[in-house]
Nanobody, 125 residues
Framework: QVQLVESGGGLVQAGDSLRLSCAAS????????MGWFRQAPGKEREFVAS????????YYADSVKGRFTISRDDAMNTMSLHMNSLKSEDTAVYYC??????????????????WGQGTQVTVSS
């Protein structure tokens, strides 16, 4: 039994900052890659950022590069997304995702096999 739970979403104004957290359940933490995806109404779920285990290799979508920072703390079984300079375009449900597999693409939804329930981020302008 594995589970991911997101928290930290909310209603903010453009230019504000927000920190999302993802907690992984279980005694062990074996995810190789963890990441964040988001989905706005009427749009497909899109890649936001990802980070690997041990080497902490990160990738960011061009739309958030320079504004968002992803991190993970395996000792605490948590992952975070620190979002700065938020824009109305960032409004979406944000999902935490993970996989123990070393293969696959960091940006591909189908290569993540564990997902959280999502947390709503709304940015007003």
């Amino acid at each position: 039994q594995v589970q991911l739970v997101e928290s930290g979403g909310g209603l903010v104004q453009a230019g504000d900052s927000l920190r999302l957290s993802c907690a992984a359940s279980g005694r062990t933490f074996s995810f190789y890659r963890m990441g964040w995806f988001r989905q706005a109404p009427g749009k497909e779920r899109e890649f936001v950022a990802s980070v690997t285990r041990t080497t902490l290799t990160t990738y960011y979508a061009d739309s958030v590069k320079g504004r968002f920072t992803i991190s993970r703390d395996d000792a605490m079984n948590t992952m975070s997304l620190h979002m700065n300079s938020l824009k109305s375009e960032d409004t979406a449900v944000y999902y935490c995702a993970a996989t123990a597999r070393r293969g696959g693409w960091y940006y591909a939804r189908e290569d993540y096999d564990t997902w959280g329930q999502g947390t709503q981020v709304t940015v007003s302008s």
